[in-house]
């Protein structure tokens, strides 16, 4: 069935229902939802092809995906659920998700893909995921004067759409729970600094470490790729030094999972022996063995905000400079992490 054929059976303007098809709110709430139901029940689909001829528009937006780490063509588990909550905001208003992945950390190269994107008029509008703290695809997409929103936030004082989680509080209420269970003496296992999100979760552990008048190690807050592999081989590196934490807080559940291998691997009891927190409440994290204590993120809910802001400035209700969104986080607690001081088969024992 055609829109004339829907606008005729519902004794309505043409002009009306595709209005209302697109979520515009000049048409009432009621209208809108009388439409939207009619053409549910009849399996009214809009052309896509006329609909570009006509506007001019693609009807999608873009975002390039980046891998789990250097050389892993997988995707990071996290936008999987990101993606879909944008869906299920971007779909009821007639727009699609274009993605791909980029396979290595190479921001030149990702750059080029956006630009890419963006040259060819293959999207109306981008995300921006895992932004940096000077990030060249911010610059990009303002110049290009293309409606963008991204996930996370980066150091530009330029007005920009964004939607990110609270990492900075994230690490702080991590980091406190150790000290609260008596440790001192806590590693951070973070994410590269040219993440902003690294540079906000280090923060958040410094606030907690100096309002309880602890002493920051450089020697034990590393940083490196999001990887169970690289949490294992840091952790390694923590284990055999002279004088080891008693506690570990990981950036992502997949850098913990990596230290608790590296852990029994020195035959440490987790939860007992020494402490390991993650974040994400990925789905891992609460069958692991012991479950993981974790912070969860809501991830699918930030995708939901995402979409809801691209479709705000795709339709020009509302501008750039008014979209912050900052989600809240939870502590998960579970029994990885444990009170100080280790058992006599500890950590305080291994370096000697």
């Given at each position: 069935?055609?829109?004339?054929?829907?606008?005729?059976?519902?004794?309505?303007?043409?002009?009306?229902?595709?209005?209302?098809?697109?979520?515009?709110?000049?048409?009432?709430?009621?209208?809108?939802?009388?439409?939207?139901?009619?053409?549910s029940?009849?399996?009214y689909?809009?052309?896509?092809?006329?609909?570009?001829?006509?506007?001019?528009?693609?009807?999608?937006?873009?975002m390039?995906?980046?891998?789990?780490?250097?050389?892993?063509?997988g995707?990071?588990?996290?936008?999987?659920?990101?993606?879909?909550?944008v869906?299920?905001?971007?779909?009821?208003?007639?727009?699609?998700?274009?993605?791909t992945v980029?396979?290595?950390?190479d921001?030149?190269?990702?750059?080029?893909?956006?630009?890419?994107?963006?040259?060819g008029?293959?999207?109306?509008?981008l995300?921006?995921?895992?932004?940096?703290?000077?990030d060249?695809r911010?610059?990009?997409?303002?110049?290009?004067?293309?409606?963008?929103?991204?996930?996370g936030?980066?150091n530009?004082?330029?007005?920009?759409?964004?939607?990110?989680?609270?990492?900075?509080?994230?690490?702080?209420?991590?980091?406190?729970?150790?000290?609260?269970?008596?440790?001192?003496?806590?590693?951070?296992?973070?994410?590269?600094l040219?993440?902003?999100?690294?540079?906000?979760?280090?923060?958040?552990?410094v606030?907690?470490?100096?309002?309880?008048g602890?002493?920051?190690?450089?020697?034990?807050?590393?940083?490196?790729?999001?990887?169970?592999?690289?949490?294992?081989?840091?952790c390694?590196?923590?284990?055999?030094?002279?004088?080891?934490?008693?506690?570990?807080?990981?950036?992502?559940d997949?850098?913990?999972?990596?230290?608790?291998?590296?852990?029994?691997?020195?035959?440490?009891?987790?939860g007992?022996?020494?402490?390991i927190?993650g974040?994400?409440?990925?789905?891992?994290s609460?069958?692991?063995?012991?479950?993981?204590?974790?912070?969860?993120?809501?991830?699918?809910?930030?995708?939901?905000?995402?979409?809801?802001?691209?479709?705000g400035?795709?339709?020009?209700q509302?501008?750039?400079?008014?979209?912050?969104y900052?989600?809240?986080?939870?502590?998960v607690?579970?029994q990885?992490?444990?009170?100080?001081?280790?058992?006599?088969?500890?950590?305080?024992?291994l370096?000697?």
């Amino acid at each position: 069935m055609s829109i004339v054929s829907l606008a005729r059976d519902l004794d309505l303007s043409i002009s009306t229902v595709s209005r209302a098809l697109n979520g515009y709110k000049d048409v009432s709430p009621e209208t809108r939802e009388r439409i939207r139901k009619r053409a549910s029940e009849i399996g009214y689909r809009p052309n896509p092809g006329a609909s570009r001829l006509k506007s001019g528009k693609t009807f999608a937006v873009g975002m390039i995906l980046p891998a789990v780490s250097e050389g892993n063509h997988g995707v990071d588990s996290v936008y999987s659920g990101l993606m879909g909550g944008v869906a299920t905001e971007l779909e009821p208003a007639g727009y699609h998700l274009i993605a791909t992945v980029q396979t290595r950390n190479d921001p030149d190269r990702e750059t080029s893909l956006y630009e890419n994107l963006v040259r060819g008029s293959w999207v109306d509008a981008l995300i921006i995921g895992r932004t940096r703290v000077n990030d060249p695809r911010v610059a990009l997409a303002r110049k290009a004067r293309i409606p963008f929103v991204t996930y996370g936030r980066t150091n530009s004082s330029e007005p920009y759409a964004w939607v990110d989680t609270d990492n900075e509080q994230a690490f702080y209420l991590l980091t406190k729970r150790q000290i609260e269970s008596g440790h001192t003496r806590i590693a951070l296992l973070n994410g590269p600094l040219h993440y902003y999100f690294a540079i906000l979760r280090h923060k958040g552990y410094v606030r907690a470490m100096n309002e309880n008048g602890l002493s920051i190690d450089p020697l034990i807050t590393l940083n490196g790729e999001l990887s169970e592999s690289n949490g294992y081989s840091l952790c390694r590196n923590l284990l055999v030094s002279a004088n080891p934490p008693t506690s570990i807080i990981c950036a992502t559940d997949a850098l913990a999972f990596g230290a608790m291998a590296a852990c029994r691997e020195r035959g440490l009891r987790i939860g007992l022996d020494i402490s390991i927190s993650g974040y994400g409440n990925s789905s891992a994290s609460a069958f692991c063995d012991p479950p993981l204590t974790t912070v969860d993120h809501q991830v699918f809910q930030n995708g939901r905000h995402i979409g809801q802001s691209l479709l705000g400035l795709l339709r020009g209700q509302a501008q750039s400079r008014e979209i912050h969104y900052l989600e809240p986080v939870v502590l998960v607690p579970r029994q990885s992490d444990g009170p100080y001081p280790p058992s006599s088969r500890g950590i305080s024992n291994l370096s000697r």
